[in-house]
């Protein structure tokens, strides 16, 4: 199947909204309540930073949601539709995120998480990113994680 990946327009909302809220579902019951990027604004996010969009074949597969900084990336979003799960499209998407920081010339990326997601805490540490630290937000606690990129 044929992957390609362009940055989102404007037109492309209701779908990057509809795949989060899929992607996402899975985690309500495990912090009893939405998790964050539920709850974004993606119109206001695709007109102010970067989404790209993965798809396989016709079918959105996955999305990026990254904010440039002067120092960074900042991955805001990495989600993955449930039927595509398990396939790499994660893991592909959060090397496209490093990829971007190359090409912008800076040398971090960051992300952060749940503490009570561990399976994405496992990824993103088999990807090489580091726990920079912990911050108590929205009745839970965020894990910010970090990678060095060439």
Not at 44 to 58: M, N, S, T
Request: net charge neutral; charged share 25%.
């Amino acid at each position: 199947m044929t992957e390609t990946i362009r940055v989102a327009t404007i037109s492309d909302t209701e779908a990057v909204t509809a795949l989060t809220s899929a992607a996402y579902a899975k985690w309500v019951p495990v912090i009893g309540r939405k998790p964050l990027p539920m709850n974004v604004d993606h119109a206001a996010f695709i007109r102010e930073h970067r989404v790209d969009l993965l798809f396989a074949g016709p079918d959105l597969a996955a999305i990026l949601e990254t904010i440039q900084r002067e120092n960074d990336i900042l991955i805001e979003n990495v989600a993955v539709e449930p039927r595509f799960q398990k396939r790499g499209y994660g893991r592909k998407m959060v090397a496209y995120a490093e990829q971007l920081a190359v090409q912008a010339g800076v040398g971090v990326v960051r992300l952060y998480t749940n503490s009570l997601f561990k399976e994405n805490l496992r990824l993103y540490a088999s990807l090489g990113y580091e726990i920079e630290r912990e911050e108590a937000r929205n009745g839970g606690v965020a894990i910010h994680m970090l990678k060095r990129v060439p």
